[in-house]
């Protein structure tokens, strides 16, 4: 199982509203990460989790607020957001291969996220 | 300032031409990975290159790794139209940083 479950998978809602993007993987994976991506545009880094530990935050406005309840649930709570952040939110997981610590990551669907 | 660039950015060709991607860094990694994605769906991963020279092959697509471990290409044999889509390059920098390169969007015309 190399499944990485993102939900909903489409989300509309107002600059006022608040509402949480979900994350899911059950394949043992300790580290949990969460990109924006614009049309055409490769993948942008936002927060790493490591072993349920934010480890790495890109700067990230604090309208996003991520959150890791446990080693396979991850949380993205969205807060006064505006249309310009507006893009696909992409989940991945990423499983560490051999001691040279080599990793591949495994993405979800994405949630395609629409501020009005 | 991107770690890894990639080249071409935009690529349109004739089905069963042959292609090239090239994934760039002055930078070192452990290991470098290249996903395919399609519009609206999640990136999946194609394959990993773990050893300086190495050379993997999946179906008419050929992957190398850099002896110096800092560059990688994608050579693709008689495209198909299913072979479309964004073609990203990725890789591990130390605290589990995970980035992708710039990307290459491919589209394969019947």
């Known amino acids: 199982d190399t499944e990485v479950t993102q939900t909903p998978k489409h989300l509309v809602m107002g600059m006022t509203n608040k509402k949480s993007l979900k994350c899911e993987q059950h394949m043992g994976h300790r580290a949990m990460y969460w990109y924006k991506q614009k049309a055409k545009k490769p993948p942008e880094l936002m927060f790493v989790y490591s072993y349920e530990k934010l480890s790495i935050n890109e700067s990230v406005p604090s309208r996003f607020s991520p959150e890791c309840p446990n080693s396979s649930l991850l949380n993205l709570h969205l807060h006064a957001l505006q249309p310009e952040d507006s893009a696909l939110y992409l989940c991945?997981?990423?499983?560490?291969?051999?001691?040279?610590?080599?990793?591949?990551?495994?993405f979800g669907q994405g949630t395609r996220l629409t501020v009005v | 300032t991107q770690l890894l660039e990639q080249s071409p950015q935009f690529l349109s060709i004739q089905e069963g031409e042959n292609l090239t991607v090239y994934c760039n860094s002055s930078s070192v990694f452990s290991s470098l990975q290249w996903y395919r994605q399609e519009p609206g769906e999640g990136p999946v991963l194609l394959v990993t290159?773990?050893?300086?020279?190495e050379v993997k092959k999946l179906k008419r697509l050929t992957f190398q790794f850099g002896d110096a471990r800092k560059d990688s290409s994608l050579h693709i044999t008689a495209a198909q139209p299913g072979d479309t889509g964004l073609y990203l390059c990725?890789?591990?920098?130390?605290?589990?940083?995970?980035?992708f390169g710039t990307g290459t969007s491919l589209t394969v015309i019947p």
């Open positions: 991945a997981s990423r499983r560490v291969l051999g001691r040279l610590g080599n990793t591949e990551a495994f």
């Open positions: 290159v773990v050893t300086g020279g």
């Open positions: 990725a890789g591990v920098r130390p605290g589990n940083q995970f980035y």
